[in-house]
């Protein structure tokens, strides 16, 4: 079976952006232009196509990220229905509590349309997403979206993507007015203007430039044509000696601009009133990169640890990254999959070199969001889904078992708050403990573990509604009922200062005895560290723990040493102030003895543990809390109140400023004073004020305030 479409043809897409940007209304544009749907579902209405689970048409919000692969002719081709582009489109959500699903996504995808409110501009998690494109070396086409809203201003908008989030930015188009008057927009590269006629703005009409506009469209295009040329040497000589440079040539330098991240367009329009969409469609053909024009992805040799280059080629070994797991009610645990290069047929066997498990793939489906479409062979550059796979999981290499390859793993953020769960009675009780194991499996952000005191489960996770969301699917899909305690905070414990303990473990039964004793030096870690540049007795795990073997002489034998590091990271698992977590520490084994006959590792491994606490509590240890990044938008009448509201929460704001006829307070702030705010805020301001709250930093908790968790912890 050969395939069906070159890969030149295709784009890996996702549509990312801040709550209420208007992104599924956009993805739902896409799909009625595109002819995947006849009906254009509304997000008001809970009718779309991308928001298909419960939770979300009730909320109008998009919790998990849906795919779709649909095929677009570009508007100037629609007529000769030449072949067309396949476009496999990723609808991420825009709540910062679901914001693992855009980063995974942005990990597989080769582009992004970034969706902007053209009131609102940038907003907190716009600037999130955009971070995690760059850390994914992602290319970007904006989009100024709900142009026809009441205080919308595009040079507002644009203005606020340069200011804070790239340089980069250019207009590709000026809308033609704004608010009720917006009716089209203006072409600058073309020097056209487009109107959208017909059912559901269908027919795009171009036109000549209103007169009104074309002395803006005129100086405008002269700064685009400046900084498509800056990137060519030739073009720009060209273009200073005054000579005019083709349209076919301009295009070409800018997608290269484009893929390279050197330069991000921007288009304007409104998607619910049918304008603009189809030609940031046309633009994602013209500039966003298919899978031919990205860099081969690396990886290591899981048996030799050299490092491999695979081709997006169908002739080169199968690579492939499960990116997202989703129990499906009607097959099963649906496994969604990004192929880099080879290809993979149903029925035959895959290696996930991540676990080294083979498993038989037995059916592979591409997904149009809740429908499925069954395929027989998948091939480099697409993105699809395998059906029941057992043992992978999200951020797992697959590949051909004859040349395995690790890709990097996905990193995800730390759960912050947590709640106890119980089962409502015994039948609850095993379906509950299946029901949260499947949840995990499809969300790296959602932890489950149990209290060893209580035996309680306690589920974690990024949010009050991330969490409220996962207790609701609970009931809906595994039919489970269960009460929830308070939300808690995940606070941690961390040392301020350098100390040194030394424990002698013995105990001498009626035969043979136990004898461990070593001698341990704790400090502070130090951030930042390059792995490589680490001496070879160092261990290191991220910036949280380090430990280092400075057994000389063999004091100690060898084959202790791993039971000493496994007895210092079962102690940082609970503190000694409140029993919290202890992280950032860097611990050192310098000195101890051994016994002949009595030493084993469980004495080393006590040892290890009880060292390490007495170290702990000499090394001034402290209790670190999450604090966040919080921005609240709201009348100026309100600004006095909420701000007050806000230092009484030990907020240190960092800023005020103004969004259109809006204030806005960026403050950082525990999350333990923000339980609730939300509800708080609407009531001190009549409901006109909103919110959005993210993860920041770990901070150290005031002496006064610490003292009552401590005792709370008793």
Not at 441 to 469: K, N
């Amino acid at each position: 079976m050969e395939r069906d479409y070159p890969l030149e043809k295709v784009r890996n897409f996702g549509i990312i952006a801040h709550i209420d940007a208007g992104k599924t209304t956009t993805s739902e544009r896409v799909l009625f232009y595109t002819g995947m749907t006849h009906k254009i579902g509304e997000v008001h209405e809970g009718e779309t196509v991308t928001d298909w689970m419960e939770q979300e048409r009730e909320r109008g919000i998009t919790i998990t990220a849906a795919a779709i692969t649909c095929f677009w002719n570009k508007t100037d081709l629609a007529k000769s229905k030449a072949n067309p582009y396949r476009f496999n489109i990723i609808d991420t959500p825009g709540h910062i509590d679901f914001t693992v699903e855009v980063k995974r996504s942005l990990r597989v995808l080769d582009g992004a349309v970034v969706v902007f409110d053209g009131v609102a501009g940038v907003e907190p998690q716009s600037e999130t997403n955009w971070r995690y494109a760059d850390e994914a070396n992602v290319p970007r086409i904006c989009f100024i979206n709900k142009l026809d809203r009441t205080g919308a201003s595009f040079e507002r908008s644009y203005q606020s993507i340069l200011d804070r989030l790239s340089k980069k930015a250019v207009r590709m188009q000026i809308p033609m007015g704004l608010e009720d008057a917006h009716e089209g927009v203006v072409d600058l590269l073309k020097m056209k203007a487009y109107k959208f006629e017909g059912e559901m703005g269908m027919k795009v009409v171009e036109i000549d430039i209103p007169a009104s506009y074309l002395d803006e469209a005129k100086k405008l295009r002269g700064e685009l044509i400046e900084r498509i040329v800056e990137n060519d040497d030739k073009l720009m000589n060209e273009y200073l000696e005054g000579k005019e440079i083709s349209m076919d040539i301009l295009k070409a330098t800018l997608r290269k601009a484009v893929i390279a991240n050197a330069i991000f367009p921007v288009y304007a329009g409104s998607a619910l009133k049918n304008k603009g969409v189809q030609l940031v469609l046309d633009a994602v053909v013209d500039y966003l990169p298919s899978p031919v024009d990205m860099p081969a992805v690396h990886g290591i040799d899981p048996n030799t640890g050299e490092d491999i280059v695979r081709n997006p080629s169908d002739k080169e070994p199968f690579t492939a990254l499960a990116f997202k797991l989703q129990a499906d009610p009607f097959v099963g645990q649906l496994t969604f999959f990004r192929v880099y290069s080879g290809t993979l047929e149903a029925g035959s066997y895959v290696y996930n070199a991540t676990t080294g498990d083979k498993e038989r793939v037995g059916r592979m489906v591409r997904l149009q969001a809740d429908q499925r479409e069954e395929v027989k062979k998948v091939f480099a550059g697409e993105i699809a889904a395998m059906v029941g796979l057992k043992s992978t999981k999200t951020s797992h290499t697959l590949c051909d078992e004859a040349h395995p390859i690790v890709l990097e793993q996905i990193k995800f953020p730390e759960p912050v708050i947590s709640l106890r769960i119980e089962p409502k009675t015994k039948a609850d009780q095993e379906k509950m403990g299946m029901a949260l194991k499947k949840l995990a499996d499809e969300d790296p952000t959602f932890r489950i573990s149990t209290d060893e005191e209580t035996l309680e489960t306690i589920i974690s996770g990024m949010g009050e509604l991330h969490l409220e969301i996962l207790v609701d699917r609970l009931k809906r899909e595994f039919s489970v009922e269960a009460n929830v305690g308070k939300p808690q905070v995940a606070y941690k414990e961390t040392i301020t200062k350098e100390a040194e303990a030394e424990n002698k473990y013995i105990k001498q039964t009626g035969g043979r005895g136990q004898y461990g004793h070593v001698k341990l030096r704790i400090k502070p870690i130090e951030k930042g560290v390059n792995k490589e540049d680490l001496p070879k007795n160092v261990k290191r795990d991220g910036d949280h723990f380090e430990f280092i073997n400075n057994i000389k002489g063999g004091v100690i034998p060898q084959e202790f040493i791993p039971s000493v590091e496994k007895g210092i990271r079962e102690a940082m698992d609970r503190g000694v102030q409140a029993g919290y977590k202890v992280v950032d520490i860097s611990a050192e084994l310098f000195d101890g003895s051994y016994h002949d006959v009595d030493s084993s590792e469980i004495a080393f491994k006590i040892a290890a543990s009880q060292a390490f606490q007495e170290a702990v509590r000499r090394a001034g240890p402290v209790i670190l809390e999450p604090v966040m990044k919080v921005e609240v938008v709201m009348p100026e009448q309100f600004m006095g109140d909420v701000a007050g509201n806000l230092s009484s929460k030990r907020a240190q704001i960092e800023g005020m400023s103004e969004r259109g006829m809006m204030k806005v307070i960026t403050a950082k702030v525990p999350l333990s004073e923000m339980f609730g705010y939300t509800t708080a805020l609407r009531s001190m301001t009549e409901g006109r004020a909103s919110s959005t709250m993210e993860f920041d930093h770990y901070d150290i908790v005031p002496a006064n305030v610490a003292a009552s968790i401590i005792e709370a912890r008793k």
